[in-house]
Nanobody, 127 residues
Framework: QVQLVESGGGLVQTGGSLRLSCAAHTASGRPFSSYTMGWFRRVPDKEREFVAG????????YYADSVKGRVTISRDNAKSILYLQIDSLKPEDTAVYYC?????????????????WGQGTQVTVSS
């Protein structure tokens, strides 16, 4: 179906910014634009937490309240890449960030509705 590879994580200081990328490799000729995409994050011993989602055409976006105003999700369908810009980073943003692909726009925060995940990229924010 679709394979996802995240990158762009790292160690940053509080108040800094990062842009995460998620490169998609689709199979069977299905275009990247046909997938609704989302970003989640997870810290040890906790469930995966929804961060942001974007419709295939990029026009509709949805953000978790915890990050709204500091995070921007975007996509480049020509390059099959999903992005997550995180500004004003806080120590509580420290987590492994995952991108996920799904077939439809709906309950974006429901991780069970995603059909593929990347391996994750670590973001660490120092205080």
């Amino acid at each position: 179906q679709v394979q996802l590879v995240e990158s762009g994580g790292g160690l940053v200081q509080t108040g800094g910014s990062l842009r995460l990328s998620c490169a998609a490799h689709t199979a069977s000729g299905r275009p990247f634009s046909s997938y609704t995409m989302g970003w989640f994050r997870r810290v040890p011993d906790k469930e995966r937490e929804f961060v942001a989602g974007i419709r295939g055409n990029g026009r509709d976006r949805y953000y978790a309240d915890s990050v709204k105003g500091r995070v921007t999700i975007s996509r480049d369908n020509a390059k099959s890449i999903l992005y997550l810009q995180i500004d004003s980073l806080k120590p509580e943003d420290t987590a492994v960030y995952y991108c996920g692909a799904r077939n439809f726009w709906g309950r974006m925060s429901d991780a069970t509705e995603y059909l593929a995940w990347g391996q994750g990229t670590q973001v660490t924010v120092s205080s």
